[in-house]
């Protein structure tokens, strides 16, 4: 007999970067100050809330340090983040393989889908 599962597949995920956005928006930290706290270049910070570094574990370790926030919670972000990246790319390849375009959500479109390039 078959065995069937069901898994919960998310249609989107929000980069570690914006929560962290949000966290400091609610707590009126700049981004200045949380570098200082952590030791660490306002740069990097810069880039971690904008999406272009990643959370490393040392990072998350500095994170919860100033933050309070547990630094498996930013790990998780960062891994769930990373595999949910991977893994729109690896359908986007397969579509194309097929010859399939994926019809890519944007907000206030409607449901996804695949088309015929032609």
Do not use: C, H
Request: charged share 25%.
């Amino acid at each position: 007999m078959s065995e069937i599962t069901n898994e919960y597949v998310p249609t989107s995920v929000s980069p570690p970067g914006e929560t962290l956005r949000d966290l400091l928006e609610d707590r009126q930290i700049s981004q200045v100050d949380l570098a200082a706290r952590m030791g660490r270049r306002q740069k990097t910070i810069s880039e971690i809330v904008n999406g272009k570094a990643a959370i490393t574990p040392e990072t998350a370790i500095q994170l919860a340090r100033v933050t309070g926030v547990a630094a498996k919670f930013w790990n998780a972000r960062e891994r769930n983040d990373r595999s949910f990246v991977a893994q729109q790319g690896e359908t986007e390849r397969l579509w194309e393989a097929e010859g399939l375009v994926p019809a890519i959500p944007r907000e206030g479109d409607g449901e996804a889908g695949m088309a015929s390039p032609n």
